[in-house]
């Protein structure tokens, strides 16, 4: 199953943020399940909030939910939100190498 998980920054957490960027890269690249794409959008409005894009292949949900938790920006409140959620693509080149 493909799922993603839709994070948004706390934008009173920076100083927080930029102490764990490479413990959150750490464990992303040493990650168990299937990363298919991961990223932040482009720099946000002042005052508001950055936001991260995760894809993963995995056999459940819960597996990715379980992965999502023990992320450190997730563990230190670094994100104000985080939706996670299966994805059920239906159209794109991408589609075929999946």
Partial sequence: ?????????????????????????????????????????????EGKGSTALVIAEVETLAEFEAFSAGDPFVRSGVYRSVDVFEWRPTFGVLLESL
């Fill in 1 to 45: 199953m493909i799922v993603a998980r839709y994070a948004v920054s706390d934008p009173g957490k920076a100083a927080e943020r930029s102490r764990l960027i490479e413990e959150h890269k750490a464990y992303l690249h040493g990650a168990t399940i299937r990363i298919l794409l991961s990223g932040p959008s482009a720099p946000p409005a």
